[in-house]
């Protein structure tokens, strides 16, 4: 038994692939997604225990502000002071789920956690930045305007504060 085609079934096999060729290339595309690398040593999502904060050091924030506007033309020494209204903070993510009784509805939230070598720890839905309240720039070169704008806005830009919320003092040159 040869497996010879036969013009006429060619030609209907021919037809079928011409007019289903976009299909056919999209589950080409597909299946080519499927079998693409994932790249198994990837990072885990990031985790946090529920309800903890992660760390935010004020005081090095500071301290890196007053290192990198000192270095502004004609500032001369810096020290920045800021208040902060709320620190940083994690969002777990949650599963809720609802029921439903005779009397009563029931919903019940439970924070999505991952096993890790240590333990177990929340899966981090939102982490909001801290959110500041004011700052206060001291330094030798507040005298001349052009180095108060370049504070503000500089602080503006690192900070979100508004420049209402920013004061720009000018300092003695001795040591601080």
Same mark, same amino acid.
């Given at each position: 038994?040869?497996?010879?085609?036969?013009?006429?079934?060619?030609?209907?096999?021919?037809?079928?692939?011409?007019?289903?060729?976009?299909?056919?290339?999209?589950?080409?595309?597909?299946?080519?997604?499927?079998?693409?690398?994932?790249?198994?040593?990837?990072? %885990? %999502?990031?985790?946090?225990?529920?309800?903890?904060?992660?760390?935010?050091?004020?005081?090095?924030?500071?301290?890196?502000?007053?290192?990198?506007?000192?270095?502004?033309?004609?500032?001369?020494?810096? +020290?920045?002071?800021?208040? /902060?209204?709320?620190?940083?903070?994690?969002? %777990?993510?949650?599963?809720?789920?609802?029921?439903?009784?005779?009397?009563?509805?029931? /919903?019940?939230?439970?924070?999505?956690?991952?096993?890790?070598?240590? *333990?177990?720890?929340?899966?981090?839905?939102?982490?909001?930045?801290?959110?500041?309240?004011?700052?206060?720039?001291?330094?030798?070169?507040? *005298?001349?305007?052009?180095?108060?704008?370049?504070?503000?806005?500089?602080?503006?830009?690192?900070?979100?504060?508004?420049?209402?919320?920013? +004061?720009?003092?000018?300092?003695?040159?001795? %040591?601080?």
């Amino acid at each position: 038994m040869s497996l010879q085609w036969k013009k006429p079934e060619a030609e209907k096999i021919w037809k079928a692939l011409e007019r289903y060729k976009y299909v056919l290339l999209l589950l080409a595309a597909g299946a080519a997604l499927l079998l693409w690398p994932t790249g198994e040593g990837a990072e %885990p %999502p990031k985790a946090a225990a529920s309800g903890q904060q992660e760390d935010f050091d004020l005081a090095a924030l500071e301290e890196k502000l007053s290192r990198t506007l000192s270095q502004v033309e004609g500032a001369g020494k810096v +020290t920045v002071t800021l208040t /902060v209204k709320s620190g940083m903070e994690q969002v %777990p993510v949650t599963d809720r789920s609802t029921s439903s009784g005779e009397r009563e509805n029931r /919903v019940e939230e439970k924070t999505v956690v991952v096993n890790t070598g240590s *333990g177990q720890e929340a899966v981090v839905r939102l982490q909001r930045s801290p959110v500041f309240q004011g700052a206060l720039v001291v330094c030798e070169g507040a *005298g001349q305007a052009e180095v108060r704008l370049a504070m503000t806005q500089a602080v503006s830009a690192l900070t979100g504060l508004g420049a209402d919320r920013i +004061t720009v003092c000018k300092g003695s040159a001795g %040591p601080w």
